[in-house]
């Protein structure tokens, strides 16, 4: 999955990737707490990605090892 946040066109995309572009304010020129905002909407989108995933028995049939 590749996310931008501004400027997709921009950024070249793989075909069969998964391609969001999430619109987030900027954090220049911001204060601590419009930047902490913007940490957090961006937390928020990544948790709620992250729940989406799902996790079929056969991705885990050949674990990596760690070496």
């Known amino acids: 999955m590749v996310v931008t946040t501004s400027g997709a066109d921009a950024c070249p995309t793989v075909p069969g ?3 969001e572009n999430w619109p987030v304010d ?3 020129g911001q204060d601590l707490e419009g930047v902490r905002a913007i940490r957090d909407d ?3 989108r ?3 990605r992250a729940a989406d995933v799902i996790i079929r ?3 885990n049939a050949n674990p ?3 070496h």
Request: hydrophobic share 35%; glycine share 6%.
């Open 64 to 66: 990596p090892t760690g």
């Open 42 to 44: 961006i937390r928020a």
């Open 17 to 19: 990737q998964l391609h």
């Open 26 to 28: 900027d954090v220049a």
């Open 46 to 48: 990544v948790e709620r």
């Open 57 to 59: 028995p056969e991705d």
